[in-house]
């Protein structure tokens, strides 16, 4: 185990005997870090992680399911991908490949980036992001403000040199001390979820998962939550892919590797692929099944959640959670299902919670007319 999950480890065994919870925590350590209070005494890096599964009541009852929500908004940057832009700088640093004063760059639609950012700070390197154009300004704001060098380029196919990731890669290859973190295809980014994610999830609900789903950008999330809880449970929890419009994942599994077809356009950012990474490819033969998840009903899920269960997330964290629902259907009452809430609605508030923006994208009439208030 990583130095740092392992001590999480032992202060999770210190700690046991004095902490009350509302669910009982295995001291069965096959299942994993167990989630206790946590006191970072590294700064941001000691932070990461171990972030609550929050069961959502409301929904929870209306499909007889439990649907359980790992709360990734409450890491240090803000989303999921604090994680993988933490387990990829580190591998870097043990690698040899990062010495003090270097730079870190990468291609990202945001939140790798933010994360990235904080933890490039934290560490003393520069941070240069190269991301799409039609990303949310506030990305590109906090990515600055946080002292990242931002290259907002027009969106090309990855097979265009002038990808935003060929860009960064290009970047860290004219610099010495420079490391280009390639988080579409370095296992690293899964590895982090091997590590950690996937060890919360099985500890927090004692063993007893019986499907996860979620979507992919880099892939990495689901990936390596996948693998984890498919090893510790003996293949026995159940891993579907969640896809937006116009990804090609879900093509890939319903054929069984034979197609990428996709077609159409989402309004979540960050998540759908015109490709397999190696991130995903790495477990592919691990995945039960796949969903599609129409932009319609992404957008309702937002506001549903804000109304219902007090909650306010992005795109993806409710694209996962319509997921998570159809998911939970096809299971016996009473199942647990879990799924990633990815990061908060701040960065995306201007636009999701827009009644003009929504009106251009055909999506304000998507909405249950109660719930069109918070449409401003």
Known sequence: MHG??????????FHMERQATSRSISTDFRFGTPFVPLTSESGFSGAVGNTPLIRLPRISADVGRNIYAKAEWMNPGGSVKDRAALF?????????L????????EGTAGNTGIGLAHVCRAKGYKCVIYMPNTQSPAKMNTLRLLGAEVHPVPVVPFDD?????HQARRHAEGLPNAVWTNQFDNLANRQ????ATGPEIWAQLNGE????TCSTGTGGTFAGITRYLKDISGGKVRAVVADPPGSCVYSYVKSGGKSLAREGGSFTEGIGQGRITANVAADIDLVDDAVRIPDEESIAMVYRLLDEE?????????LNVVAAVKVAQTLPENSNVVTILADSAHKYADRIFNKEWLETKGLYSALPDHLKKYAL
């Open 209 to 212: 998962v019986d499907a996860f």
């Open 88 to 96: 990829m700088v580190e591998q870097a640093e043990r690698a040899g």
């Open 161 to 165: 040199p002038l990808n935003f990731n």
């Open 310 to 318: 007090g909650i306010y997330v992005g795109g993806t964290g409710a």
């Open 4 to 13: 740092r999950w392992a001590s999480h480890a032992k202060r999770a065994a």
């Open 192 to 195: 982090a979820h091997i590590e």
């Open 98 to 105: 990062l010495q003090p004063g270097g730079t870190v760059t």
